[in-house]
Each structure stands twice: as C-alpha cells, then as structure tokens.
C-alpha cells in the first residue's frame, strides 16, 4: 500500500478541502497504522489490527468510518482513519491496475516486486520535495498518543524516528515503469476527495 509519505500528502489534501491546516496530531496518525512494522517479529495478525481489518480484510474502511463517527474522535484518531481508508481505496486502484495490467506476462510475486520498487521510488521522489520537509517536520514534533490498545506511545515514537531516518538515508537509484509521479498524482488527488466527501456525510 502507499507508503509514509504518499500518505501525509493525502491527509493533507483532505485538509486542504476543508480549507483547514492540518495539525500534527492529524498528520502524525496519517502514518500510525504501519507503526507495527516497527515489532520484532511483526506478524499479518498484527498488521491486520493495525488496520482495524477485523473481523475480516475488507473491515477496515467501514471501521475506520466508524472511528470518524464518534463525537469524541480526536485529530489522531482522525489521521488514523484517513490512512486506512487510504489503504483501501489504493489498494482497488493503483495496485490492483498493475495486477490487470500484467497479470497475463508475468507471475504475482513479480507484480508485486515491481510495484514495491516503483512505490519505493515514488515515496523517496516525494520526500524530497519541500512540502515533505514540512509534513515530516510537524510528525516529528507532534505530540505522542497511544492508537486504542494496538499501539503504544512508544511504539509510534520509534516508528516515525526510524522511518524519518530510513528516508534520508535511502538514495534514489532508480525510476518506476508503471507508478509514475504523474498517476501517483492523479490518485491522490482522487482519493482525498473521495474520503473528504465521506467525511462531509458524517458531519
């Protein structure tokens, strides 16, 4: 699914249409629900709770509306949801275009190779760029919460620590085939509007 930063832009954007700055709290929980990649011998289970994909995998998005429900869902929590409904929307579009596309010349592991490679690239293309500096900065600075019982203040803290230093340390050694920059583009706008328009309705 998109990684770290494709994700802070997309809660941006959805911010952008409220005409609203997002917070750090806000932006800090748009990157929460991949903190479990942080645990040693992190398991699917894990990451499957992470992202409220209970009781099944196609959960999440109607449990992350859920959390957006609840008059007491605060800016974290808020950014918590967006990523996983995020996940759901980019996993039925830009993933599941490359398995359409090259399911008939070469085998699963291969698409999923290839699409790794190229999110790769379009996630430290996007770092780069000064707009990123700004988002990483306010996550970095923001206020420590725990994500219900699934995942500790402290768990959180060594995510973002670590995957902040992965992404300055990580040099640009190739281009995508098939994510470019420009779809990648197109997609985030497309899926910050579909989830600023679902959050309309529950307001």
């Not at 803290?157 to 583009?185: A, G, P, Q, W």
């Amino acid at each position: 699914m998109p990684h770290s930063t494709i994700h802070l832009w997309v809660a941006k954007k959805v911010s952008e249409n409220f005409k609203q700055e997002s917070s750090a709290s806000f932006l800090l929980g748009s990157i929460v629900p991949d903190a479990t990649n942080i645990r040693s011998g992190v398991t699917k289970e894990d990451k499957q709770l992470s992202h409220l994909r209970q009781p099944d995998f196609n959960s999440g998005y109607a449990n992350a509306k859920k959390i957006l429900e609840d008059e007491k869902c605060t800016d974290f929590l808020k950014g918590c949801a967006v990523h996983i409904m995020l996940d759901t929307l980019w996993l039925k579009g830009p993933y599941m275009s490359m398995v359409n596309q090259l399911k008939n010349t070469v085998s699963k592991e291969e698409i999923n190779a290839m699409y790794q490679k190229d999110s790769e690239y379009v996630e430290l293309w996007l770092f780069r760029q000064n707009t990123s500096r700004l988002l990483w900065n306010a996550v970095m600075n923001a206020k420590l919460e725990r994500f219900f019982d699934i995942l500790t203040p402290g768990e959180i803290d060594d995510y973002r620590k670590s995957r902040h230093i992965e992404l300055m340390e990580t040099k640009i050694s190739h281009t995508s085939n098939f994510l470019t920059l420009d779809i990648v583009r197109n997609y985030m706008d497309q899926f910050a509007k579909t989830i600023s328009e679902e959050i309309k309705k529950i307001r």
